[in-house]
């Protein structure tokens, strides 16, 4: 499966963002998804994710509260909705996808052998 991210930019601290991760190729909807970010000088951290069926969902404590994981078979994108932004926000992020999925590893990088390319978002304070 081929995965393509989009929907970064440059907004204001507080404001909000709508990622997108469209695939091809394989049925994605037998793959979950996961969003990662990685900021200049940091480890590639997990940031949410979502099984195959939209649900249950996963979110790293940093963003929970403030963002919403969410997809659409029919259109075989998922779509990150991040609200209440912050400069710490600020990293490119990169949607990834795995056909194995366990709750124990969805945290983890390494489950996910499918990865877009990553689009910036930098949050201004």
């Known amino acids: 499966v081929q995965l393509q991210a989009s929907g970064g930019g440059l907004v204001q601290a507080g404001g909000s963002l709508r990622l997108s991760c469209a695939a091809s190729?394989?049925?994605?909807?037998?793959?979950?998804t996961g969003w990662f970010r990685q900021a200049p000088g940091k480890e590639r951290e997990f940031v949410a994710a979502v099984t195959w069926t939209g649900g249950p969902t996963y979110y790293a404590d940093s963003v929970k509260g403030r963002s919403t994981i969410s997809r659409d078979n029919a259109k075989n994108t998922v779509y990150l909705q991040m609200n209440s932004l912050k400069p710490e926000d600020t990293a490119v992020y990169y949607c990834a996808a795995t056909g194995i999925f366990s709750a124990k590893t969805v945290y983890n990088p390494t489950t996910y052998p499918n990865w877009g390319q990553g689009t910036q978002v930098t949050v201004s304070s």
């Open positions: 190729g394989r049925t994605f909807s037998s793959f979950a």
